[in-house]
Structure formats: structure tokens, C-alpha cells
């Protein structure tokens, strides 16, 4: 089993994007365990404050050592990933020498109500993420558009091609981790 840490791009407590984290929860894929990080203390970034990482960022840069993986699920925020985001991957560079990112395997997904489905996002993520050294999973893309009626009551997938879409994605992820541990 592989504990995933899910980093989600959103603070609001009806994210589509977290939504779909449970989702997937859901999908119970036997070599997955996600772990969406409580990231709302994270301060902005202050290069003051490198020497002395605030506790929330130590607690953050820990959660993604240990993980084995990371899934990133943004949502799109003027054709960009959200500052929150940017914010967060920013902590996890520094201090120079202790980067949290290099050669994590990692994947990306993102939900957004417009027809990109959080595409232009997802690009700028990866181009990030390429450079700082993560190992970013390529293929399968999932630029998902969100639609009430996707969901059950309890929050599984009601559509049988969405969701066999979505199982074939984690196993692909799965195995992405598998093959860069
Ligand atoms: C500041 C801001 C900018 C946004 N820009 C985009 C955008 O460029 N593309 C898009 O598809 N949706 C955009 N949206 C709509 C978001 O996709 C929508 O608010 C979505 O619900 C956010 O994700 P969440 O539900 O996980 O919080 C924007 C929303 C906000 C608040």
C-alpha cells in the first residue's frame, strides 16, 4: 500500500476539487491510501523566515517526505494554478539543498465547472514541477469538468465510463509509483 499525499489547490470547504479526492477515496484502489494534507496554517512565503520554517511548513515538508507519492488536484484560477498552490510548492523548495519535491513521484489531476477542466493549469503545474524535480506522471491526463449529477448522495461516481476512466488513472499512478520508489 502507498500512502499518497493529496495536495489540493483550494481552501473552500465545498471544493469540487476535494470532492473529487473522495471520489477516488472511494474507488478503494487496493495499492492507495490518500491523505489530503491540511495545508489552511501554511503562512505566505518569507525567505526571513527559512531559518526558522514556521511549525505548519515543517509539518507540510514531513507529510511529502514521507509520502510515497503525491497527487496534486488543482483548481484553475485565471488560466494559472491558484497562489495557494504556488505558495506551498514555494515552502517545500526551500531552504537551497532541501527540496521535498526532487524525485517524489507524482501525479496531477484537477477539476474546474468550465469546459477546460483546469488544462492550462495542470500545464503550468507540470512545467513547475518538471523543474523543481519531481517525477511528474505524463499520461493519463485528467482535465475533469464538474457536474453535480457526477455524484451519488455519498459521493461516489454514478457514471460507469467516468469512473473505470478514473480507476484506470490510479492504476496507472500506482504503478508510476511503483516503478520510481
Ligand atoms: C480567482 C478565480 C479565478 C478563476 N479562474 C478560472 C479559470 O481560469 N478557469 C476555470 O475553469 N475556472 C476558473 N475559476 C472558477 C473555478 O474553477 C471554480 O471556482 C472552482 O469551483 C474552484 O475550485 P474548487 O471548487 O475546488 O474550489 C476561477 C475562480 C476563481 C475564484
Known sequence: MF????????????????????????????????????????????QDNEGNMPAAVVKFKKEIQDAAGVLFVTPEYNRSIPGMLKNLIDWGTRPYGKNVWANKPTGIIGVSPGVVGTAVA????????????????????VYFVHKDELYD???????????KFLQGYLDKFSGWIESHS
Open 122 to 141: 495542470q500545464g503550468h503545474l507540470r512545467s513547475i514541477l518538471v523543474a523543481i524535480g519531481a517525477i511528474v506522471m505524463g499520461q493519463p491526463e
Open 3 to 46: 500512502n499518497i499525499a493529496v495536495v489540493v489547490g483550494s481552501l473552500r470547504k465545498e471544493s469540487f476539487n476535494k470532492k473529487l479526492v473522495h471520489a477516488l477515496d472511494k474507488l478503494n484502489h487496493p495499492n492507495l491510501k490518500f491523505t489530503i494534507l491540511d495545508i489552511n496554517e501554511v503562512p505566505l512565503y518569507n
Open 153 to 163: 448522495a455519498n459521493n461516489n461516481i454514478t457514471n460507469e465510463d467516468t469512473k
